[in-house]
């Protein structure tokens, strides 16, 4: 039988749909991008999946566009030496060592694109945007979860702590802000709703 879930499917078609038109700003290839999300439940695989199935698209394996993915559940970096993954976490379970932090798991890995699908409020604080925004032109950052109590951060956070940088979306709509350069942002939104 044919299946929508919106949670994992219509999620992950928006989520996908924001990253391309990151991308567009920024000229690059999903192909090249590293991506974390920040979650590890049905909304966070199956934004991970169909990105994943994207990046087949233009020209690498997905064993390939695997090794592009990585997943920070509640007990850190999903890892292969981890023994206690669900078995949806299992395809994304890199050879890497554990880790915890989130700042360490960004310095390692160095994404280009964060995705929170956690629903923990103010999991992105300023070392994080920072992190993020400290080896790249832009950053990707979308923090999905909703309401807003949950959003891993604001959108005024995101740009804040990013110098301005970030190209930034969120689950909930947040208000438009005034940027220190002037510059008036309507912050974006991804969701299905």
Do not use: W
Not at 116 to 145: C, K, N, R, T, W
């Amino acid at each position: 039988a044919c299946l929508f879930n919106d949670d994992i499917q219509g999620t992950a078609a928006v989520t996908l749909a924001g990253i391309y038109s990151a991308l567009h700003l920024t000229g690059q290839k999903l192909k090249d991008q590293t991506v974390l999300l920040f979650g590890a439940g049905e909304a966070a695989t199956g934004i991970t999946e169909l990105i994943g199935h994207a990046m087949t698209h233009e020209g690498i394996t997905e064993e390939q566009a695997r090794r592009h993915c990585y997943l920070m559940d509640s007990k850190g970096l999903v890892v292969a030496s981890r023994t206690d993954l669900a078995e949806h976490k299992q395809p994304y379970a890199h050879e890497l060592r554990e880790m915890t932090d989130l700042v360490e798991v960004i310095r390692t890995l160095r994404p280009t694109i964060l995705i929170g699908a956690s629903g923990q409020g103010g999991a992105f604080d300023q070392a994080v945007l920072e992190a993020m925004a400290s080896y790249q032109e832009h950053p990707i950052i979308f923090a999905l979860s909703n309401p807003t109590s949950q959003s891993e951060c604001t959108a005024e956070e995101a740009y804040a702590h990013t110098g301005g940088k970030v190209i930034f979306a969120s689950g909930s709509p947040f208000p438009e802000l005034t940027l220190p350069d002037g510059r008036t942002i309507s912050p974006g939104q991804a969701n299905n709703a």
